[in-house]
């Protein structure tokens, strides 16, 4: 059974190793600053970002640019980064008693107090008003006044799915439509008043974010397939079991594949890519493959290098080639 309490001595006070623990806490403003930059996994941005690079190129030759411009690209990328940090640490705040009572993440900088609540609000509250300030200079210099419109209805919607694992199996797929976000906003955020405020291309490509997150979420929740049956969480792998849940996930990888092929042949009016394109692709259909083959139903422990490793390269090598097949059609 998995033990839910704090255990203390006779006296009340913590035992030694918890207050070893806690005499260790960063004191230093960097120290503490690195120590949060990992607990919200600042590098797992690879994921989403270069998906958002690839609606930026091709919504800038959508209004008839060939390249989108430092401006463009540097706005995209700081609301990407700010909105990430957003959501990561509102997960943490409010997954902190959850992640206390589970073995692999007991040790989270959040739950052991080496992060207060108290800072991640003011991480919260600064990220938030960044991001509505960064949105409104998408107006102010390019005169598109959608993203700063939208600021506050995307926070909360990225913020929302921290929730869903409390009361849906659908949480995955809430947390692959976070991701979507990236590459529909980025679109947004770019395109008006020029144009249409979404294309079918960049609907595909966010499609295509969706089921691979899923995918990937998917595989990655039957490690706290115990716990999340005992804290009566809706994760998949604990309402389905593992059978059924890697099952699942490859058919959202296999609707990933079919999105992808719609958003590189261009369907409903969208621009083509060439080749190197094609060879972007094959590249992420063999490791969504070597993906799938990396966990089994009785063998879950090739799980981070399926997670963090396969899918960083995914982001990587897809987001390369196809920003390169865009400027090259």
């Given amino acids: 059974m998995i033990n839910t309490t704090t255990e203390r001595d006779g006296s009340g006070a913590l035992p030694a190793m918890t207050r070893a623990g ?138 929302f799915y921290s929730f869903t694992k409390r009361f849906t199996w659908l949480c995955h797929f809430f947390i692959g439509a976070s991701l979507m976000l990236a590459p529909l906003s980025a679109w947004v955020a770019i395109v008006p008043p020029h144009g249409p405020v979404l294309g079918w291309q960049v609907v595909f490509l966010g499609a295509g974010v969706l089921f691979w997150t899923a995918g990937f979420d998917i595989l990655y929740a039957l490690q706290d397939q115990a716990v999340d049956q005992h804290e009566n969480l809706f994760s998949i792998p604990a309402r389905a079991g593992a059978g059924t849940a890697l099952w699942i996930s490859r058919v959202c990888h296999l609707l990933t594949v079919l999105a992808l092929v719609g958003f590189g042949a261009g369907v409903g009016g969208g621009m083509p890519l060439g080749m190197v394109y094609w060879i972007g692709f094959a590249a992420v259909v063999t490791l969504l493959g070597i993906e799938q083959s990396l966990v089994k139903v009785d063998d879950i422990s090739n799980i981070n290098l399926a997670f963090m490793t396969i899918n960083g390269l995914v982001g990587v090598v897809f987001g390369i080639l196809s920003i390169t097949a865009i400027l090259w059609s």
């Avoid at 960063?26 to 970002?49: N, Y």
């Avoid at 200079?137 to 926070?155: D, H, R």
Wanted: aromatic fraction near 12%.
């Fill in 22 to 159: 806690a005499e260790q806490r960063p004191t230093g403003w960097f120290r503490r600053v690195a120590v949060f930059l990992d607990l919200i996994k600042f590098s797992h941005s690879i994921f989403a970002l270069p998906f958002a690079l690839i609606a930026t190129f091709l919504a800038s030759r959508a209004i008839g640019l060939m390249w989108p411009g430092w401006l463009r690209l540097g706005l995209i990328v700081a609301c990407m980064v700010i909105a990430r940090t957003f959501a990561m640490t509102f997960n943490r705040l409010v997954d902190r008693d959850i992640d206390a009572r589970n073995p692999r993440t007991e040790n989270r900088p959040s739950v052991r107090g080496d992060i207060s609540p108290a800072f991640m609000l003011m991480v919260l509250v600064i990220s938030g008003v960044l991001f509505v300030l960064t949105t409104g200079l998408f107006y102010e210099l390019l005169g598109n006044i959608y993203p700063v419109i939208l600021a506050v209805p995307v926070l909360a919607f990225i913020a």
